[in-house]
């Protein structure tokens, strides 16, 4: 199954997408993760994506869908995927359709995880980040076994200044801007199921088999 992830900020969708990766035995594809793959092994990608860290700039989405088409033609993705923090917007969405249509086969299903926005808010002014490795801990749900440490690498936790209230309100109010009409695309094309995500994540994930097996099953008919 080729399978997309959606949601606002704080929604949970990179533990999801891990979840739901090892459920099914599908890679889990995080452009994030792509970008700094490409970064640290120097691709030629990499080097131009570098280019624009360097001075401050957004990494252009043209950058980000060649790493994603390169990506694609990697062996273990012949039977499907977990998408997770792509597309962020309409044209991004048409990229991939035509990207996948070259290789004669499209998106099975897009999940967009619902999430209310005060437990966005709990979610993310809670999250702590290691410096160092990039692990994520929350104060509440998920804290470190040592305070403002890593349990991963050691590293130094942080608190990153995108998930302070004020910066969060200011995030979620252009999300839903942009996904409103990428919404709209996936809902026409009859790939768009929402999927409540307020509750623990063992309970999400629960409702996302449920429906993605579902899905899966009458893919098969």
């Keep these: 199954m080729r399978i997309i992830l959606l949601g606002p900020p704080g929604a949970g969708k990179g533990t999801q997408a891990i979840s739901l990766a090892e459920e ?11 970008l700094r793959q490409n970064v640290k092994k120097s691709t030629q990608l990499g080097l131009r994506a570098q280019d624009f860290m360097n001075k401050g700039l957004l990494v252009p989405d043209e950058l980000v869908t060649d790493m994603l088409a390169q990506r694609f033609k990697d062996p273990d993705i012949k039977n499907g995927f977990i998408l997770d923090g792509f597309p ?21 299903a897009v999940i967009y995880l619902d999430t209310s926005e005060k437990v966005i ?6 999250r702590l980040v290691c410096k160092n490795c990039g692990q ?13 440490l890593c349990d991963k690498c050691g590293g130094q936790l942080y608190q990153r200044q995108d998930d302070k209230e004020a910066t969060i309100m200011a995030r979620l109010e252009v999300y839903r801007k942009e996904v409103s009409t990428l919404i709209e695309y996936y809902e026409e094309k009859q790939k768009l199921y929402r999927i409540l995500a307020d509750e623990e994540a063992g309970i999400v994930l629960n409702r996302m088999l449920q429906l993605l097996k579902e899905r899966r099953d009458s893919l098969k008919v």
């Design 121 to 126: 808010i709990q979610r993310l002014s809670g």
């Design 136 to 148: 994520n801990f929350h104060k509440t749900n998920m804290p470190p076994k040592a305070d403002n």
């Design 88 to 108: 962020r917007n309409i044209h991004q969405a048409k990229t991939l359709d035509n990207i996948l249509k070259e290789a004669n086969t499209g998106i099975d």
């Design 24 to 34: 099914f035995n599908l890679p889990h594809i995080s452009t994030g993760d792509l």
